[in-house]
């Protein structure tokens, strides 16, 4: 594959009912996303539709296809729940510099940029990701650096977005340059979703730019077993052999990956390619996304079956964010015990207690009460 090919998979890029009606037909909920679409005058849930062709050729015709519900829009993405959130994680109220989101003592995440090759419909940060605001200027980067330099507790630097992957080489390149000039010492993590969506976009000279960064891991994320596919793991052989330490993140998506058997057999895939799997992670509860949700209950349950089939390197840690800013919690069924009717109480790792909607029982949640601190209760 020449290193350009990338490029031309990208402008073949399906953006449009048109076009994904070359490859589908489409369901009728899929068909009134667009009609939806159109009665809003287009403002509609926010997200663009972008679904490169190499991924688009791994989805089937079938209407309840994995691979397709995580890239052909619906029209439930229109149904927004009381408790759902445009910022479901508060990240804006934790951006010391723009673009920088700091919530954990030793980590900061950059919005490298806000383009994504593939938009999934799972999206948390839609807020923010493909709203045409491009990669982060010269101005954005310098400042975040800044900050880093200032900041002697920060260890590690997230590259994110967007898919920071979606960058030119010299762009990439000059962000690591100018975070690792005010800090030599930083860890970087890039979390991409391009070895899944845009595998061709691994090239040599990309590899080595990534080597060249060292210390730097690369964080993918891939939701079912079929992605993996030859030109997938060809990308992630790539890396790996570069010598970049891979990682996994995987969301947990009703009809895509809600059962053990398909996990199982993605993380087994993952470790065979020498990635590990990182977390597993509950939907966020952002806006739009309640389709794409398994309820937390059902979750656990599905992650204790994994927990007693899986060996420790190829079982994630099973992750929620808690709303309104709580923060990532690991959760067992054990978590689960505090309760009220429609609501589960989950604490944080500083101790306060959050509410988090038990959606196995969405029509009888009383939408009074809601997730936002004020409504958590803090330990005694
Ligand atoms: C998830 C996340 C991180 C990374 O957390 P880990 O548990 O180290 O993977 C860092 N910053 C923000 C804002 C995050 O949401």
């Known amino acids: ?15 449009s009912r048109e076009g994904l009606r070359r490859s589908l037909s489409l369901t009728e909920d899929e068909e009134g996303y667009f009609a939806a679409l159109s009665r809003d005058n287009h403002a509609g849930p926010g997200l663009s539709l972008r679904i490169p062709s190499s991924y688009l050729d791994l989805c089937t015709d079938h209407p309840d296809d994995p691979l397709r519900r995580q890239c052909v ?51 948390f940060r839609r807020y923010f990701t493909g709203k045409q605001r491009g990669p982060a200027t010269g101005e954005e980067i310098a400042r975040a650096a800044a900050w880093a330099g200032q900041t002697p507790s920060l260890r590690e630097l997230i590259l994110s977005g967007g898919d920071p992957l979606t960058l030119k080489d010299e762009d990439l390149k000059a962000i690591f340059l100018a975070f690792r000039a005010a800090r030599p010492d930083l860890v970087f993590r890039v979390a991409t979703r391009v070895p899944v969506v845009l595998p061709g976009r691994i090239t040599p000279e990309l590899s080595r730019l990534l080597r060249q960064q060292t210390p730097l891991v690369v964080v993918t994320q891939f939701n079912h077993p079929r992605e993996l596919s030859p030109p997938s793991t060809r990308a992630l052989e790539a890396l790996v052999d570069a010598g970049i330490p891979l990682f996994n993140q995987t969301v947990l998506l009703r009809g895509v990956n809600d059962h053990p058997d398909t996990l199982e057999e993605l993380f087994r895939g993952l470790v065979v390619r020498r990635v590990t799997p990182y977390y597993l992670f509950q939907g966020d509860l952002a806006p739009g996304t309640a389709h794409h949700r398994v309820p937390l209950g059902e979750a656990t349950e599905i992650f204790s079956t994994l927990r007693r089939r899986l060996s420790g390197i190829a079982l994630p840690t099973f992750a929620v964010d808690l709303p309104q800013g709580g923060g990532k919690i690991p959760l067992y069924p054990e978590s689960l015990s505090r309760r009220e009717p429609g609501w589960y109480h989950l604490q944080s790792l500083d101790g306060t207690w959050f509410r988090y909607p038990d959606e196995a029982f969405a029509g009888e949640i009383d939408p009074g009460a809601d997730s936002r601190p004020e409504s958590s209760v803090k330990i005694k």
Do not use: G, K, N
Not at 2 to 15: C, E, M, P
């Open 73 to 123: 829009p619906r029209r439930q993405e229109f149904d927004r729940q009381p408790w759902e959130d445009d910022d479901p994680l508060l990240e804006v109220a934790h951006t010391p510099r723009p673009r920088l989101i700091h919530r954990y003592r030793d980590r900061a995440l950059f919005l490298a940029t806000d383009t994504c090759a593939m938009y999934c419909r799972h999206c």
């Open 1 to 15: 594959m020449s290193s350009s090919s990338w490029i031309q998979d990208l402008a073949r890029a399906v953006t």
